[in-house]
């Protein structure tokens, strides 16, 4: 955990995608910080395990994005016990690996569902909470900018995102509110099982992947959840519409 004040005592969080990998990380800086921390996930063992790990401090609630209206609870339960919303972290994500000629339409559903359309849900939903002086983070990543085979679906919608965080920040600029993106490079965290594939295969890629980074090694979620905090502070004031890259030069050199 940082030692600097970022100034989140008593502030409203909510985070996306908060029971695992970065999520997870970041709700631990924001409640170490202080701050009021509402996190949500599908999986009934990791939003347990999320619950056990943030304590009271965080009120963990079970919301599958890819149903935009299961984020109508969420938004109620905010309502209801905070009244507000000070920062929005739209992290959800997920991808499945696959070449371009056995990408299915199914494929594709299932991924703009939950990218694309689950953060911009998360953002419609929470808008009417958030107020002057607020921040939104959304999750990109730097396969916006590096091609890689078998990833074009997830590369995709993780792009769209990124002009999101454009349009957004122009459309809610009028209200003070702030939106901005974090790029996550190759993170360690549970997202590289997410792609469905076996073992050796995770192996080889992320053997691939590694040799390919700068500064040869993966980052750490918490690297990625530093850099959120940042963007979420008010040392960010006049940031917006703007990318963080987290990658270790992965798409800079």
Do not use: W
Not at 35 to 61: M, P, S
Not at 149 to 163: D, Q
Not at 174 to 195: D, E, Q, W, Y
Not at 236 to 246: K, M, P, R, Y
Request: proline fraction near 4%; charged fraction near 15%; glycine fraction near 10%.
């Amino acid at each position: 955990m940082t030692n600097i004040n970022y100034g989140f005592a008593n502030k409203v969080v909510l985070i996306t995608g908060g029971t695992s990998g970065i999520g997870l990380a970041t709700a631990q800086e924001f409640v170490a910080h202080g701050a009021n921390v509402i996190v949500t996930g599908v999986t009934a063992t990791r939003l347990e395990e999320a619950r056990t790990l943030l304590g009271q401090a965080a009120l963990v609630l079970q919301a599958d994005l890819r149903k935009p209206d299961s984020l109508d609870a969420v938004m109620a339960e905010i309502s209801k016990r905070f009244g507000r919303l000070d920062v929005v972290f739209a992290n959800a994500g997920a991808g499945t690996a696959s070449p371009l000629d056995q990408v299915t339409e199914a494929q594709i559903d299932e991924q703009f569902d939950l990218n694309f359309k689950g953060t911009f849900f998360t953002v419609q939903k929470a808008a009417p909470l958030l107020s002057k002086g607020s921040s939104v983070i959304l999750t990109t990543s730097f396969l916006n900018t590096v091609g890689t085979p078998g990833l074009s679906v997830l590369s995709a919608t993780k792009a769209a995102i990124r002009s999101l965080a454009r349009s957004l920040g122009a459309e809610l600029a009028p209200r003070g509110i702030r939106v901005n993106a974090v790029s996550p490079g190759p993170i360690s965290t549970p997202f590289h099982g997410k792609l469905g594939l076996s073992d050796e295969q995770l192996k080889e890629v992320a053997a691939g992947i590694e040799a390919s980074v700068p500064l040869g090694r993966f980052g750490e979620a918490s690297e990625v959840a530093k850099a959120v905090l940042f963007l979420a502070s008010d040392q960010a004031s006049f940031i917006t519409g703007d990318e963080l890259v987290v990658d270790g030069g992965l798409s800079q050199f």
